[in-house]
């Protein structure tokens, strides 16, 4: 079992829709990161969670600690939107910034 | 956020050749940098950690012969990979860690063809 599983692997939307893509671990962690790739593969950091929730724009991220989920959530959802979205936690103690990354979860949001 | 920049964006080269990818820190100085791999519908995979000053740090079945990696300074770390082969191609991203906001900024990454 992977140390970070996502669901779901692939999501297909409709413009405007409400989408939830969640994240869950099973090791101690310092912070959670959501990324996003779009095709062509750069990779935009969209937020770094040790607690609670975050939002910007249309995006929210929330991380329940004590559960070791996390779920990230876009509204009104925008073809724009579609990209390959990573979930990667950073483990506990010291400086280390070492990610381990779930596989991503892909995202398609037809007009 | 912080950026980061890596050059070149793609590189094709021939069987045997070396090619050297920059990843640079472009408004913050970055003491920890990570190179990555990525396959074709896989996730990142870590290749090593690079500190500024210091030999890097391979993760296990990284060849630190072949995948030479370079931290000369907080702003620079350059990734080598020496006498290519085609099962090499990949896409290749570094991060860098920036230690005031504890955070780790990606950068755009460079997609490495060898023919």
């Known amino acids: 079992k992977n140390e970070v599983e996502q669901s779901p692997q692939n999501l297909t939307a409709q413009e405007g829709e409400f989408i939830t893509i969640n994240c869950s671990y099973s090791?101690?962690?310092?912070?959670l990161h959501w990324l996003q790739q779009h095709p062509g593969g750069g990779i935009v950091s969209l937020f770094m969670?040790?607690?609670g929730k975050k939002k910007h724009g249309r995006l929210i991220a929330t991380i329940n600690i004590q559960e070791k989920h996390s779920s990230l959530h876009i509204t009104a959802s925008h073809p724009r939107d579609s990209a390959v979205y990573i979930c990667?936690?950073?483990?506990?103690?010291?400086?280390?910034?070492?990610?381990?990354f779930g596989k991503g979860t892909l995202l398609t949001v037809n007009p | 956020g912080a950026v980061v920049s890596q050059h070149p964006s793609w590189v094709i080269c021939k069987s045997g050749t070396s090619v050297k990818i920059e990843c640079r820190s472009l408004d913050f100085q970055a003491t920890t940098m990570f190179w990555y791999r990525q396959f074709p519908k896989q996730s990142l995979m870590l290749m090593a950690t690079?500190?500024?000053?210091?030999?890097?740090?391979?993760e296990q079945g990284v060849e630190k012969d072949k995948f030479l990696i370079n931290h000369a300074s907080l702003t620079l770390s350059t990734l080598t990979v020496t006498s290519a082969h085609p099962e090499d191609s990949s896409f290749y991203i570094c991060?860098?860690?920036?230690?005031?906001?504890?955070?780790?900024?990606f950068g755009p990454g460079t997609r490495l063809t060898v023919l």
């Open positions: 090791v101690g962690i310092s912070a």
């Open positions: 990667a936690v950073r483990g506990s103690g010291g400086s280390n910034y070492k990610l381990t």
């Open positions: 690079s500190n500024e000053g210091s030999k890097a740090t391979y």
């Open positions: 991060s860098a860690g920036d230690s005031a906001y504890n955070e780790q900024f």
């Open positions: 969670l040790s607690s």
